[in-house]
């Protein structure tokens, strides 16, 4: 097993309850107060998107825990990174899709021309529930013309079942 998994692992706290009765919220902000395993975790991602694309030319982070790890990931690459934000929070002119959230809908927008049609494009966040949000952002970069590599989580909750949803390959480095 490789340690810097473990190391990461131990740092993600699991709180019942929140936000709601019968959650259990996973924090990775824990990984974020010690410089030594969020630089564990860069890495790992890194590994794992060299191992899926030899060439990467956008980090896509989904607001707001995606946008945490992407720019170190972009800085690393040499790549771009770009934001998907909610509604109405990127000025000029943007790209839209509409998406489902456990009650009601939400949309998220991304700033055109910050991808160029035929870019290989990396979607992160920090976890992955029903899927919604990644098969939003999917269909997204889709819209202006982006060429989906990978779709990685730091997170994956299994048991929703989430991947189904997501139209491209999805990658998780801890499953619950
Ligand atoms: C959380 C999480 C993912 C999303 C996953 O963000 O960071 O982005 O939910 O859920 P899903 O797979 O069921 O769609 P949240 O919507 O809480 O937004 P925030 O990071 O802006 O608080
Ligand atoms: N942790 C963080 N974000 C989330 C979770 C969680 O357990 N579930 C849905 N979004």
Redesign the pocket.
């Known amino acids: 097993a490789d340690e810097r998994l473990s190391r990461v692992k131990g740092a993600v706290r699991g709180f019942p309850d929140f936000p709601k009765p019968g959650i259990l919220f996973r924090d990775i902000f824990p990984i974020l107060r010690d410089p030594s395993l969020l630089k564990d975790l860069c890495s790992l991602m890194l590994d794992h998107i060299r191992s899926k694309t030899s060439e990467v030319d956008v980090i896509v982070g989904?607001?707001?825990?995606?946008f945490l790890f992407g720019p170190i990931l972009a800085m690393e690459l040499g790549c771009s990174f770009v934001p998907i934000r909610?509604a109405g929070k990127l000025p000029g002119k943007t790209e839209k899709v509409e998406y489902i959230?456990?009650y009601g809908k939400d949309v998220f927008e991304i700033q055109e021309g910050s991808i160029l049609k035929g870019q290989k494009v990396v979607i992160v966040?920090?976890?992955?529930?029903?899927?919604?949000?990644?098969k939003a952002a999917c269909e997204l970069v889709k819209k202006v013309g982006g060429d989906i590599k990978d779709c990685l989580v730091v997170i994956e909750l299994s048991d929703?079942k989430?991947r189904d949803k997501v139209p491209e390959g999805c990658s998780s480095l801890i499953n619950y």
């Open positions: 989904l607001e707001a825990r995606g909610k959230l456990e966040d920090d976890l992955l529930a029903t899927g919604g949000t990644m929703l989430g």
